[in-house]
């Protein structure tokens, strides 16, 4: 749902704008017409609710591109979502995420009942990327295979690099600078627990996450220790900062 500062707005007047603005997301850049014969609200209603939603930059006005012969009179003003306004849609989907992982866990029994199954809903999530992470790697020489997964990564929006890791321990670090999930991460650990055993299994060795974007840190960062004898999944380390492993 879009959230505006506008916190005294009743509720059906904010439900009323969110329509507006999910009309436009839905369909394009619009025009008052076009959105009041959709949303089944007058052209003066519409005004007002659009109005609002350019002064909280949800939605921004600019000319209608015309295509063909241009007919007489000025083109009618169409509205489009601004960066800010689908950002907000955005959240509104981390939301759905976090309810139906929650509706998981409950739905197990909760407790470690529960959270096993959010765990098991995590590790199938990513088996199809996993997949394609592996054939990446595996088309590597050993020495590249961090960076091939970094690359891999960074194809599926999580800007990801790959760097020697910088102290006493021989070994490289997999930084991934965006994640697309960090906002549902920050309530279930258990989808970047998995993240880690993907991340083991596919090099083949142990490795441990040092900091996460889901708790609070800039970058997830995790280890990879050069020459490690190869590792079960069950010992990827989690975490050397007392956090979660996210």
């Not at 003066?44 to 591109?65: K, Y």
Request: charged share 25%; proline share 5%; net charge neutral.
């Amino acid at each position: 749902m879009i959230e505006t500062p506008h916190g005294d707005l009743a509720t059906g007047e904010r439900s009323t704008r969110n329509r507006v603005a999910r009309s436009i997301l839905d369909h394009g850049p619009s025009t008052v017409a076009d959105l009041a014969g959709r949303l089944g609200l007058t052209q003066a209603a519409v005004r007002r609710h659009l109005d609002a939603l350019v002064a909280d930059d949800v939605v921004a006005p600019r000319e209608q591109r015309v295509y063909g012969a241009r007919t007489r009179g000025r083109p009618a003003k169409v509205f489009a979502l601004t960066d800010c306004g689908r950002d907000a849609f955005d959240q509104s989907y981390d939301k759905l995420a976090v309810d139906a992982l929650r509706w998981i866990s409950k739905a197990a029994g909760g407790g470690e009942q529960g959270e096993a199954a959010v765990a098991a809903f995590a590790r199938d999530r990513l088996a199809a990327q996993a997949e394609a992470y592996r054939q990446a790697v595996d088309a590597a020489e050993p020495a590249d295979r961090t960076e091939a997964l970094a690359k891999a990564l960074t194809v599926d929006g999580y800007a990801a690099t790959a760097k020697s890791a910088p102290g006493p321990h021989s070994g490289e670090q997999l930084c991934q600078h965006h994640c697309p999930v960090a906002h549902v991460a920050e309530q279930f650990p258990q989808l970047c627990e998995a993240e880690t055993e993907v991340f083991s299994k596919l090099l083949g060795t142990h490795v441990q996450r040092l900091a996460t974007i889901a708790h609070g840190d800039g970058v997830c960062t995790t280890f990879i220790p050069r020459g490690a004898a190869p590792q079960t999944t069950s010992s990827a380390s989690a975490s050397t900062a007392g956090r979660n492993p996210a």
